[in-house]
């Protein structure tokens, strides 16, 4: 088949991946190409078993791949061919170096582009997909005009995403905007044009919101840290509930029936994960310092900061309630995603909370149906600094809830699955040891039912255990 138009998308991850498979579904006329250097993660997609769990997601791919979606390493290939290439590179926050624990790492940001400028030999628009600070774009622009000839010339734009996984399919297919940052030129207006008719095709013009470059770029930034304190507001005031006896759930129903404020992400929690919500924050705090703008930088640390506090508070609870020791008991952890219907596993709550019960000498199970072994091993003994020995002698993962749950002091919910709310937790509780304690982080546990089995049941934003 020959295609009228062809897009290259260089990073075959949670943002990349998702997108432009939706792009091929909408488009059949357009050829898209995903790049990866990972050999490894490009034979995922090509295979029966993909590599991302996100609903949707899977029959999207099978029914493209091969049609008009293709996933390949040969990165210079794409590129040649491409008329829009997205870089959709993973951006992580500084662990060396200037900036470090705020800023992002824009390493693979620069090399893409870098592959870009090298290997064009016709105009290219370049799509930031990645979330970046505001102003990235200037250094990949700077990058591409150096590298400009008479014949190989660059547009830049700025095309955030703001998809939330579990729903990144529906949010792709029925997005609340689709937002094009572009500069104030003839030839930026015409690369902003030329995208908006891409997702024109399935997405109505009105929410296609076209904006200067710069705007695009801190939109994306600044609306994932008013979501983030939204969740940090709520958490702050939980602590608050569980020292007054008032309940979590009522007080964020009641304050969302106001028009003015709204229902949305006003549910208590263990906290925050996720790739996107602490990493756009630390960058917006660093912004604001490199601003001179401290008081600006204060305020938004301090959704951070809340954020921590609210793991290490739940996971202090479990201590006290246990007698104050958790020494060589065996705790469950239900959950270790950073949210249901995902498998992703990045600034997880439970990545934390294991860790501080494993210095606390705790033996560990943990059940989750989306994460594998193997990314749990990673994301404490890689990421974490978890001894390997530790974690082989005090961590055992199961295969199914009533497995992790077998004989355990306590379980503990990080994550809202859906499966967790209902259990057979009389099986559970018989098999316990007693009192049997259940803590549960996420507010989606029967408690009235569960009390009456004989739990003794901890609620985060609901007070002590009765």
């Not at 099978?62 to 794409?78: E, M, P, W, Y």
Request: hydrophobic share 40%.
């Amino acid at each position: 088949m020959s295609f009228k138009t062809k897009i290259c998308c260089i990073g075959a991850g949670y943002v990349g991946g998702p997108t432009c498979a939706v792009i091929a579904s909408k488009c059949a006329d357009i050829k898209v190409t995903i790049v990866d250097i990972n050999q490894a993660r490009i034979d995922a997609w090509n295979s029966q078993d993909i590599p991302i769990y996100e609903p949707g997601l899977e029959e999207i791919v099978f029914a493209q791949r091969g049609k008009n979606l293709f996933f390949s390493t040969d990165v210079d290939a794409a590129i040649l061919e491409a008329d829009l290439i997205f870089v959709s590179v993973n951006t992580p926050t500084k662990k060396t170096g200037m900036g470090a624990g705020f800023a992002a790492d824009l390493a693979y940001i620069e090399a893409a582009t870098r592959r870009i400028a090298l290997v064009a030999k016709s105009h290219k628009i370049v799509i930031e997909k990645s979330t970046v600070p505001c102003r990235t774009a200037e250094s990949m622009r700077k990058i591409l005009d150096a590298n400009s000839r008479s014949d190989v010339t660059f547009d830049i734009l700025s095309n955030p995403e703001f998809l939330a996984e579990g729903t990144a399919i529906k949010d792709l297919q029925n997005p609340d905007r689709v937002l094009i940052g572009s500069m104030q030129t003839p030839a930026g207006l015409k690369a902003q044009k030329a995208l908006a008719s891409v997702y024109a095709r399935w997405v109505p013009k009105e929410r296609i919101v076209t904006t200067r470059l710069w705007s695009s770029e801190l939109t994306k930034l600044a609306s994932n840290a008013l979501l983030a304190q939204r969740i940090s507001s709520i958490n702050a005031l939980s602590a608050i509930c569980e020292a007054t006896g008032a309940d979590v759930d009522e007080v964020s129903y009641a304050c969302g029936l106001d028009s003015r404020i709204g229902p949305k992400f006003l549910k208590a929690s263990v906290g925050f994960g996720g790739s996107c919500f602490q990493k756009d924050i630390l960058n917006l705090v660093y912004l604001s310092q490199s601003l001179h703008l401290p008081e600006v930088a204060d305020y938004w640390n301090q959704v951070v900061l809340m954020n921590e506090y609210q793991k290490r508070r739940f996971a202090e609870s479990v201590v006290k309630t246990l007698f104050n020791t958790i020494t060589n008991k065996n705790i469950c952890i239900l959950g270790f995603a950073f949210k249901k219907d995902t498998g992703d596993t990045r600034e997880s709550a439970a990545i934390a909370m294991v860790k501080y019960f494993l210095k606390e000498n705790a033996n560990i199970r943990i059940y989750d149906p989306k994460v594998p072994e193997s990314q749990m091993r990673y994301d404490l003994t890689v990421e974490d600094n978890v001894d390997v020995g530790t974690y082989n002698k005090r961590v055992k993962v199961c295969d199914t809830a009533y497995s992790a749950a077998d004989g355990v002091d306590a379980i503990v919910v990080l994550t809202e699955w859906d499966e967790f709310k209902t259990l057979d937790y009389q099986r559970i509780y018989e098999k316990m040891t007693k009192p049997a304690f259940i803590f549960d982080g996420r507010l989606i546990l029967p408690t009235a039912d569960l009390k009456k089995i004989g739990y003794q049941t901890i609620t985060i934003g609901k007070g002590d255990v009765e």
